[in-house]
């Protein structure tokens, strides 16, 4: 059964410009989070999406923003990128985040912003 | 607000040891609490999955409680090898507020040959 994938792998972007990372669940799970990793920071929450809606959404500014498809398939836009949003990115999928299930993680997208 | 500290933050030891990683939370509300591993410049894989009327789930060489009632975690590493180097991170999901993974800031083990 495969499992999460994100692509891309890495990305260089200059400040200013928006970038779309894109996250694939494993089949059949129905919720996507996403969530930054930085070495000051670690793990941070950013949003959580289920069947096609964002359920919650953490303590990003707006211009982070996501989607989710029917085939549960997620996106997630960054717009005028700055410095600091240079990060692993990293997408989880489960059937659904609650007591019963286990979460998964993809291998992430590194953003580096020069 | 939900924290969850892991001690120690590193953790250097000869291969063959048994040794207990740390994990303490601040809500116990909380669903589930998940360990992960992390090689670097990778993402996570998930280890075990503790829900919250659990007291304990074991996998391999690995073994993980849960109390509670503390606000505890510990994943015990039986029999250590270099291939368990790695970052150690714990995660729990609270049951107020929104539906997520807070995590640890981790524990980097590094096994000795």
């Known amino acids: 059964k495969a499992g999460v994938t994100q692509t891309p792998r890495y990305l260089i972007k200059t400040r200013g410009q928006q970038v779309t990372l894109s996250c694939s669940p494993i089949?059949?799970?129905?919720?996507v989070s996403w969530y930054q990793q930085t070495p000051g920071q670690g793990l941070q929450f950013l949003f959580e999406?289920?069947?096609?809606?964002?359920?919650n959404k953490g303590n990003f500014p707006g211009r982070f923003s996501g989607r989710q498809f029917s085939n549960s398939r997620s996106e997630m836009n960054v717009s005028t990128l700055e410095l600091g949003d240079s990060a692993l990115y990293l997408c989880?999928?489960?059937?659904?985040?609650?007591?019963?299930?286990?979460?998964?993680f993809g291998q992430g997208t590194r953003l580096t912003v020069v | 607000k939900q924290e969850v500290t892991q001690i120690p933050a590193a953790l250097s030891v000869p291969e063959g040891e048994n040794l207990v990683l740390n994990c303490s939370f601040t809500d116990s509300a909380i669903y589930n609490l998940q360990w992960f591993r992390q090689d670097p410049g990778k993402g996570l894989t998930s280890l075990l999955l503790?829900?919250?009327?659990?007291r304990e789930q074991t996998s391999g060489r690995l073994n993980a409680s849960l109390d509670k009632s503390s606000g505890r975690s510990t994943l015990y590493i039986a029999a250590s090898q270099p291939g368990d180097s790695a970052t150690y991170l714990c995660?729990?999901?609270?049951?107020?507020?929104?539906?997520?993974?807070?995590f640890g800031q981790g524990t980097r083990l590094t096994i000795n040959p």
């Open positions: 995660a729990v999901v609270v049951i107020q507020g929104a539906q997520k993974l807070v």
């Open positions: 089949s059949g799970h129905r919720s």
């Open positions: 999406y289920f069947s096609e809606t964002q359920r």
């Open positions: 503790i829900q919250s009327s659990q």
């Open positions: 989880a999928s489960s059937l659904a985040l609650d007591s019963l299930t286990e979460a998964f």
